[in-house]
């Protein structure tokens, strides 16, 4: 059984730039044709896609976020990456990670990323 | 961008009745759709893909369709369990995008 789990920090500065990591466990991050992706809620909001990122690297942003940003896979540690930069307080919201067949058949617990001075 | 527009926001119901939820797109053409049901303070979970495909472990009284462009979320006999917020999910073309969600309460 595959299993997500996020993992980062919960607050962060205005401007400054947000990494939050995917443990996948259970099985291969770069298994054939696995396709990862990144969703976040805002508190009491509904979902955003973030963007979505191919076990060969090749990845999608949603343009909404202005090219802030990137995604990566780290096969050697079998984790999702996230990177989101100058941060401002409408980024605040839970993050999930999500294993994907184009919809999202498997989701992480989400991590809350509080944006604030 | 393809919107998904989900009605009612908010829908009062009570156990046992059937319930139908309604996801329209912005477009003219067919496209691919997921529902989510997400509970308070729950990670969302799938429930059906490719507008009527139910996940595995779905129960059957959950049942997605499509004419044109509305795609349908019916719940034949509400439990209490599945008062909860359900989300459509366009993932047609990029930017995947999700409907605003419908919330049943009681």
């Known amino acids: 059984q595959l299993h997500l789990q996020e993992s980062g920090p919960g607050l962060v500065k205005p401007s400054e730039t947000l990494s939050l990591n995917c443990t996948v466990s259970?099985?291969?991050?770069?298994?054939?044709?696995?396709?990862w992706g990144w969703i976040r809620q805002p508190p009491g909001k509904g979902l955003e896609w973030i963007g979505s990122?191919?076990?060969?690297?090749?990845?999608n942003y949603n343009p909404s976020l202005n090219n802030r940003v990137t995604m990566s896979i780290d096969p050697s540690k079998n984790q999702l990456s996230l990177r989101l930069t100058s941060l401002t307080a409408a980024d605040t919201a839970v993050y999930y990670c999500a294993k994907m067949h184009n919809w999202i058949d498997i989701w992480g617990q989400g991590a809350l990323v509080t944006v604030s001075s | 961008e393809i919107v998904m527009t989900q009605s009612p926001a908010t829908l009062s119901v009570s156990p046992g009745e059937r319930v139908t939820l309604s996801c329209r797109n912005s477009?003219?053409?067919?496209?691919?759709v997921a529902w989510y049901q997400q509970k308070r303070g729950h990670t969302p979970r799938l429930l059906i893909y490719?507008?009527?495909t139910r996940a595995d472990g779905v129960p059957d009284r959950f049942t997605g369709s499509v004419s044109g462009t509305e795609f349908t979320l019916t719940i034949s006999s509400l439990q209490p369990e599945d008062f909860a917020t359900y989300y459509c999910?366009?993932?047609?073309?990029?930017?995947?995008?999700f409907g605003q969600g419908t919330r049943l309460e009681i």
């Open positions: 259970g099985g291969s991050i770069v298994a054939s044709n696995s396709y």
């Open positions: 477009q003219s053409y067919f496209i691919h």
């Open positions: 990122v191919y076990y060969r690297g090749n990845s």
């Open positions: 999910h366009q993932y047609n073309s990029w930017p995947y995008t």
């Open positions: 490719d507008a009527s």
